[in-house]
């Protein structure tokens, strides 16, 4: 068993998912309540990982973060860092392949709250803030705990985006996915299995805790109703 790469994988995952929660609430909330003309374009280009294949937004991760590359430069003159084939620079890969899983259950969260509560909020001398955390926050609680599970597990099994990315060098980029492939490589299935069903159940846990907290929450308030 590769712990080493366990540790690696839920690094990334945590971090994937303590950058991109955030970013995701902020602009799922603004899709939902936007009527710009470019809303479709936008959501489009937010949904784009899910139909990309990981090759084509690996050769672009890279390319963009690639040594001579405007941001390798910039990142290396300014922090001294290696984007490509480095752990930051997987952070910053996952974050991307990540937007539709942080973006679009919090957008049908915030979709879901009535205008007539925003309205009543208002009415009451809410602030903006208040009428955020008080009002919209707990009612879209469900699409951002989906999106919470979601960017978690499937960061933790990515696999594509992160081999043409951070490569598989120990200790550094290669996550428990990359193990597997590495192990069935080495004609070593008895290892990969053993990695494999590892992934199966942390994901299983990961997904069952997150709906299983879901459906407590919607019976708590049935209950208050």
């Known amino acids: 068993m590769d712990w080493n790469a366990l540790q690696l994988s839920a690094e990334l995952a945590a971090w994937t998912l303590?950058?991109?929660?955030?970013l995701g609430i902020f602009?799922?909330?603004?899709l939902a309540l936007t009527r710009t003309r470019a809303r479709p374009w936008l959501q489009a280009l937010f949904a784009l990982p899910l139909v990309l294949p990981p090759t084509v937004v690996g050769y672009y991760l890279l390319t963009l973060m690639g040594s001579r590359s405007a941001l390798g430069v910039l990142m290396d003159s300014l922090f001294d860092l290696s984007l490509a084939f480095s752990f930051p620079g997987l952070v910053l890969a996952s974050i991307f392949v990540n937007l539709p899983f942080a973006i679009l259950p919090v957008q049908r969260g915030f979709e879901a709250?009535?205008?007539?509560?925003?309205?009543?909020?208002?009415?009451?001398?809410?602030?903006?803030?208040?009428?955020?955390?008080?009002?919209?926050?707990?009612?879209?609680?469900?699409?951002?705990?989906?999106?919470?599970?979601?960017?978690?597990?499937?960061t933790l099994g990515e696999f594509g985006?992160?081999?043409?990315?951070?490569?598989?060098?120990?200790?550094?980029?290669?996550?428990?996915?990359?193990?597997?492939?590495?192990r069935v490589q080495a004609f070593d299935p008895a290892a990969a299995g053993r990695m494999a069903l590892l992934l199966l159940l942390i994901s299983l846990v990961t997904v069952a805790l997150g709906y299983g907290t879901l459906e407590r929450r919607g019976k708590q308030g049935a209950g208050g109703t």
């Not at 009543?120 to 599970?149: D, I, K, N």
């Not at 985006?161 to 590495?182: H, W, Y």
């Open 27 to 30: 602009a799922g909330r603004w």
């Open 113 to 154: 709250v009535s205008q007539d509560l925003h309205d009543a909020a208002a009415c009451c001398g809410m602030s903006r803030w208040q009428a955020f955390s008080r009002v919209e926050l707990p009612l879209a609680w469900p699409g951002v705990l989906s999106a919470a599970v979601l960017t978690f597990g499937h």
């Open 18 to 22: 303590v950058v991109l929660l955030p």
């Open 161 to 182: 985006v992160v081999l043409m990315v951070g490569g598989n060098i120990p200790g550094q980029t290669r996550t428990l996915s990359i193990a597997i492939f590495d």
